[in-house]
């Protein structure tokens, strides 16, 4: 079964951080460029940062230089580390994976981030 699970969202205080995480099953992450969504609640989702098969990587002005995007293709797995969390980083998070040559993208369920004192 083709998949991709994200984890390690949650309640965090303004200025903490969390690591999400995206585990891909049924599929090899090194064939595909990968990326980090969010939508807040009545809002569109927007992109939040992605990398592409060899590691290059791009950030939404909202979040560079907090955020950090990484991928563990020996372990099938996508990250994003947030830093100096901010109210208006509340937002479920949304993991995507597209295949270089288009013809599969798998999104996953996502994972609730609330930041709230």
């Known amino acids: 079964q083709v998949q991709v699970v994200e984890s390690g969202g949650g309640l965090v205080q303004p200025g903490g951080s969390l690591r999400l995480s995206c585990a891909a099953s049924?599929?090899?992450?090194?064939?595909?460029?990968m990326g980090w969504y969010r939508q807040a609640p009545e809002k569109q989702r927007e992109l939040v940062a992605t990398?592409?098969?060899?590691?290059?990587?791009n950030y939404a002005d909202s979040v560079r230089g907090r955020f950090t995007i990484s991928r563990d293709n020996a372990e099938n797995t996508l990250y994003l580390q947030m830093d100096s969390l901010k109210p208006e980083d509340t937002a479920t998070y949304y993991c995507?994976?597209?295949?270089?040559?288009?013809?599969?993208?798998?999104w996953g369920q996502g994972t609730l981030v609330t930041v709230s004192s």
């Open positions: 049924g599929i090899n992450l090194s064939f595909y460029d």
């Open positions: 990398i592409t098969r060899d590691s290059s990587t």
């Open positions: 995507n994976a597209k295949h270089w040559n288009g013809y599969r993208e798998v």
